[in-house]
T-cell receptor, first 113, second 114 residues
Framework: SQQGEEDPQALSIQEGENATMNCSYK?????LQWYRQNSGRGLVHLIL?????REKHSGRLRVTLDTSKKSSSLLITASRAADTASYFC?????????????FGQGTILTVHP | GAGVSQSPSNKVTEKGKDVELRCDPI?????LYWYRQSLGQGLEFLIY????????KSGLPSDRFSAERTGGSVSTLTIQRTQQEDSAVYLC????????????FGPGTRLTVL
């Protein structure tokens, strides 16, 4: 079953604009990760945020985590055409399940030049 | 260094045939995961190997699916008597193990069952 649910399912923006994607999940987690996928093949890890963290930055990426609302957001600033891809959040429940990621359905981001 | 590699990149088979999918993890990574990505189900966890521990097979959809990891390195996912619903992209990932470690994914094997 899919724990994470992203919204929107699809997002279309112009180059230079910011893109915000949201993820909600159902159970408690150890950490939450965001991945990018191009052309339906291998996933690339973007950022990991631990359950005791509220915000994390990496280059043009900013991730927030609200464990009370069981939600996370990924912000891509000053988007580029090369950011066009599918973005997935994945939760890691930790404990005996650590490393077993549960993925959301993903957000398809299209950045128009 | 080399990333996770998978072979074949594409596999077309007939219903009822067995298939083997291979994953070569990053050298030194102790944990290896198999996931499946299909249109209807999204990305699903299948099986997980960590060091010499017994694998976590909780995500395998049926007993037609099995996997092994030889020498703590290469892994093979075997699907027996393939069905059309097995058509999907099978992704392998490896990590150093432990918590808070990102998973490095291979390019996947696209399996089509006719």
């Amino acid at each position: 079953s899919q724990q994470g649910e992203e919204d929107p399912q699809a997002l279309s923006i112009q180059e230079g604009e910011n893109a915000t994607m949201n993820c909600s999940y159902k159970t408690s987690i150890n950490n939450l990760q965001w991945y990018r996928q191009n052309s339906g093949r291998g996933l690339v890890h973007l950022i990991l945020i631990r359950s005791n963290e509220r915000e994390k930055h990496s280059g043009r990426l900013r991730v927030t985590l609200d464990t009370s609302k069981k939600s996370s957001s990924l912000l891509i600033t000053a988007s580029r055409a090369a950011d066009t891809a599918s973005y997935f959040c994945a939760t890691d429940r930790g404990g005996t399940s650590y490393g077993k990621l549960t993925f959301g359905q993903g957000t398809i981001l299209t950045v128009h030049p | 260094g080399a990333g996770v590699s998978q072979s074949p990149s594409n596999k077309v088979t007939e219903k009822g045939k067995d298939v083997e999918l291979r994953c070569d993890p990053i050298s030194g990574h102790t944990a290896l995961y198999w996931y499946r990505q299909s249109l209807g189900q999204g990305l699903e966890f299948l099986i997980y190997f960590q060091g010499n521990s017994a694998p976590d097979k909780s995500g395998l959809p049926s007993d037609r699916f099995s996997a092994e990891r030889t020498g703590g390195s290469v892994s093979t996912l075997t699907i027996q008597r393939t069905q059309q619903e097995d058509s999907a992209v099978y992704l392998c990932a490896s990590t150093r193990g432990g918590i808070y470690n990102e998973q490095f994914f291979g390019p996947g094997t696209r399996l089509t069952v006719l």
